[in-house]
């Protein structure tokens, strides 16, 4: 069974800078997965930030970037705003019998 | 602009079956992939399944919780993709999604606002 494992939840002040990471239990993650990234607010529908690792949508903000960090996929926020305080969630192609698989998401607070 | 609108949730008794409806517009619907997603009142989101263009022969993957239960298909001339459900579990209970995308390199682009399906007695 692959898993797919992310912060639970992780805090930043307004202005400052935090990275997500997303890890597979299948091994180091890379462009082979294409990462994707998603946002999710409360009582909303998710919304993609980023694709096949590090490449945004047109709606993407700057600030919002996506790597690979070590063996996990990362997405780093910059000059964080309030308004980013989500749910995010990674997702990773394993190919096989479960194709596409989520994080379980972190939820980001900005304080 | 792109709409993605799912209908069809509704509350139905196990071992049940369901259809959900996507209905697009806002682009060429016969030029993308489609995938569904769920999520599970206040749980993490859970991919689906997916189905290719008709090009690429409209193949489908689907997850292991619901391969040999869900089919999805896709009506290229009424730009709708569907989610049929059957055998339906409590486990299924979630608001489902469809997604403009999501297969391989083909970035999940635009994702509807949901719709809710309860499975309960």
């Known amino acids: 069974q692959t898993v797919v494992t992310q912060e639970p939840s992780l805090t930043v002040s307004p202005g400052g800078t935090v990275t997500l990471t997303c890890a597979s239990n299948?091994?180091?993650?890379?462009?082979?997965?294409?990462p994707n990234w998603f946002q999710q607010k409360p009582g909303q529908a998710p919304r993609t930030l980023i694709y096949?690792?590090?490449n945004k949508h047109s709606w993407t903000p700057a600030r919002f970037s996506g790597s690979l960090l070590g063996d996990k996929a990362a997405l780093t926020l910059s000059n964080v705003q309030p308004e980013d305080e989500a749910d995010y969630y990674c997702?990773?192609?394993?190919?096989?019998?479960?194709?596409?698989?989520f994080g379980g998401g972190t939820k980001l607070t900005v304080l | 602009e792109v709409y993605l609108v799912e209908s069809g949730g509704d509350l139905v008794q196990p071992g049940r079956s369901l259809r959900l409806s996507c209905t697009a517009s806002?682009?060429?619907?016969?030029?993308?992939?489609m995938s569904w997603v769920r999520q599970a009142p206040g749980k993490g989101l859970q991919w689906v399944g997916f189905?290719?263009?008709?090009?690429?022969?409209?193949?489908?993957q689907y997850a292991a919780s619901v391969k040999g239960r869900f089919i999805i298909s896709r009506d290229d001339s009424k730009n709708i993709a569907y989610l049929q459900m059957s055998s339906l579990k409590s486990d299924d209970t979630a608001v489902y999604y469809c997604?403009?995308?999501?297969?391989?390199?083909?970035?999940?682009?635009?994702w509807g606002q949901g719709t809710l399906v309860t499975v309960t007695s």
């Open positions: 299948s091994g180091a993650v890379t462009s082979a997965y294409y």
């Open positions: 806002g682009f060429n619907f016969v030029d993308h992939s």
């Open positions: 997702l990773l192609y394993h190919g096989g019998p479960q194709v596409w698989v």
């Open positions: 096949s690792t590090s």
């Open positions: 997604v403009r995308g999501g297969v391989g390199i083909t970035p999940f682009e635009d």
């Open positions: 189905i290719r263009k008709n090009a690429d022969g409209a193949a489908t």
